[in-house]
């Protein structure tokens, strides 16, 4: 049986990501968490995010916060290709998007 952690989402930013690449590259870059199932949702923004056009992705990390130092131990500086400065950067924005959102922890609206 799943326990709570397993259950659980964190939701980090994948910063810095090149100009020039697209979802595919994204999905090679990442893909040993892609086909592990590791990301409940990733989102790739199109629109510029820092310097020289870099793009970002927020996606929720499958396994809570735990699983997502590992991503980010495992991906933040690594390269996004050989012989280039440019490098992912990850970070960890929220244990559970919920905490983002003004909804009342009973649900309840009034």
Request: aromatic letters at 8%; one cysteine or more.
């Given at each position: 049986?799943?326990g709570a952690?397993?259950?659980?989402?964190?939701w980090?930013?994948?910063?810095g990501?090149?100009a020039?690449?697209?979802?595919?590259?994204?999905r090679?870059?990442?893909?040993?968490e892609?086909?592990?199932?590791?990301f409940?949702?990733?989102?790739f923004?199109?629109?510029p995010?820092?310097?020289?056009?870099a793009?970002?992705?927020?996606?929720?990390?499958?396994?809570?916060?735990?699983?997502?130092?590992?991503?980010?131990?495992?991906?933040?500086?690594?390269p996004?290709?050989e012989d280039?400065?440019?490098?992912?950067?990850?970070?960890?924005?929220?244990?559970?998007i919920?905490?983002?959102?003004?909804?009342?922890a009973?649900?309840?609206?009034?």
């Amino acid at each position: 049986m799943a326990g709570a952690e397993d259950a659980a989402v964190a939701w980090v930013a994948v910063r810095g990501v090149p100009a020039s690449f697209l979802c595919a590259d994204l999905r090679a870059f990442f893909a040993p968490e892609v086909e592990a199932g590791r990301f409940a949702h990733f989102h790739f923004l199109a629109r510029p995010d820092g310097p020289g056009g870099a793009r970002c992705a927020p996606a929720a990390v499958r396994g809570g916060v735990r699983a997502a130092h590992t991503l980010r131990d495992r991906y933040h500086g690594a390269p996004w290709v050989e012989d280039e400065d440019a490098a992912c950067t990850i970070v960890i924005l929220a244990p559970d998007i919920t905490s983002l959102l003004p909804i009342p922890a009973d649900g309840g609206g009034g």
